[in-house]
């Protein structure tokens, strides 16, 4: 009967201790699964600064070819309108030697008056290029700053993400074991 009551108190503590051992064994892979739930999410909310970073990156290059393609288009526009300028002093040119020939006089009138209009429309187009030209040194200046700016958190961005992608690795090693 001693060997009975010995046989079944190591049983009993053979249970226990079972019962101890699977209460731990849940107790980490909880806590195993609660950390890999929590290092997902920051690694997502990590992904998605990074997914908006690289946004917003894209629409500032987005906003810089739109004003390459403003400034190419004022530069079109200024060629046009110095044809024009051009085409109207022929025109005024021609109509002045017209009247040269009718009235000396005249003609002397209609040559300065050509001449100031013309000059008028230089000084004009001048100070127009003038002006969008430091618009656009400016324009450019500040893009180029925000492009370095965002491109420094991306790239600091990007060292987080592999740290954490680091502790995640060893965190399955240690679960593995």
């Given at each position: 009967q001693h060997e009975e009551t010995c046989a079944e108190s190591v049983e009993q503590q053979v249970e226990e201790l079972r019962s101890v051992l699977d209460a731990q064994h849940r107790k980490r892979a909880d806590h195993i699964v609660d950390l890999a739930e929590k290092q997902k999410s920051q690694f997502n909310s990590q992904i998605d600064e990074l997914v908006q970073q690289q946004t917003a990156l894209l629409c500032a290059e987005h906003k810089e070819r739109l004003l390459l393609l403003r400034r190419a288009s004022q530069h079109r526009r200024l060629a046009a309108k110095r044809a024009a300028t051009a085409q109207l002093l022929e025109h005024?040119?021609?109509?002045?030697?017209?009247?040269?020939?009718r009235e000396q006089s005249r003609s002397h009138s209609s040559q300065r008056e050509a001449h100031a209009e013309h000059q008028r429309c230089q000084d004009e187009l001048l100070e127009e290029q003038a002006a969008r030209a430091c618009q656009a040194a400016e324009a450019q200046r500040q893009c180029a700053l925000k492009m370095q700016a965002l491109r420094a958190e991306q790239a600091r961005m990007a060292e987080v993400v592999a740290a954490q992608r680091a502790a995640l690795v060893q965190l399955t090693a240690l679960s593995s074991q």
């Open positions: 005024h040119h021609r109509r002045w030697h017209e009247e040269h020939v």
